[in-house]
């Protein structure tokens, strides 16, 4: 792997972290105060798990393309959806079947795209408008996008923004993903105040955290 693919960003935090993106690229960030032989090194001493990663992410890459025929299975809300032609006018679940109208299929990975993108404002901007009214939390504003690294973020002036991906996945998840950035609003890092908050709306975050680091490859379009 050359320099190219890895990227180091510096910021106010108080730990290293490593992430592999899609495509093989290694993100790693890391406080201003640690020296940049240091960050080499941790690198070094985590290498394996990151080749690991590595080519985690490619056998997904091999195993994940739509093809968009009928039969191949679409998530939503958690549950799988066999896509189904039919003359409809509009795309629609009946009974496992993710019905998409016969005269559109021309077009089809835009439509279905857009269509996951509509349920995901939908969906999630009504779990935002519930829990940040539970949390007695407020935000700027939310946005929606298809980030590859993040399901969410919390700007310093509580700008939100949402992976639409999202509504592939349960409504635990969803749910858990809101929380954690609304909690941000508040508590602007990580620490212990921060996912007492969340555990307070959430008890079972880290099985929601789990089902993320596990199965989010898995959500796509």
């Known amino acids: 792997m050359s320099s190219d693919d890895i990227s180091i960003t510096r910021s106010n935090r108080h730990s290293i972290s490593i992430q592999v993106l899609p495509g093989g690229k290694v993100r790693v960030k890391a406080p201003y105060y640690v020296p940049e032989f240091m960050v080499r090194r941790y690198i070094k001493q985590k290498w394996e798990w990151i080749d ?15 093809t968009y025929t009928e039969g191949e ?10 896509l189904t032609f039919a003359n409809v006018s509009e795309i629609s679940f009946q009974e496992g079947h993710l019905l998409y109208p016969r005269t559109l299929v021309f077009r089809i990975q ?3 795209g857009n269509w996951y993108i509509r349920e995901a404002k939908r969906i999630i901007t009504t779990c ?25 973020s919390c700007s310093p002036d509580d700008r939100l923004q949402f992976n639409w991906r999202l509504v592939m996945a349960p409504m635990l998840v969803i749910r858990y993903v809101v ?31 789990k089902w993320l680091k596990e199965q989010g490859d898995m959500l796509v379009v």
């Not at 299975?73 to 066999?82: D, S, T």
């Open 52 to 66: 690991k990663q590595i080519q985690k992410q490619k056998h997904i890459a091999s195993e994940v393309r739509r």
């Open 73 to 82: 299975l679409y998530y939503y809300l958690g549950k799988p959806y066999a």
């Open 110 to 112: 835009t439509e279905v």
């Open 128 to 152: 935002l408008h519930e829990q940040s009214a539970r949390m007695n939390v407020s935000y700027t504003s939310v946005r929606f996008s298809d980030t590859s690294s993040k399901w969410g």
């Open 179 to 209: 929380v954690h950035e609304l909690a941000h609003t508040k508590e602007k890092n990580h620490g212990t105040a921060f996912w007492k908050l969340v555990a307070s709306v959430t008890p079972s975050y880290k099985q929601q955290r």
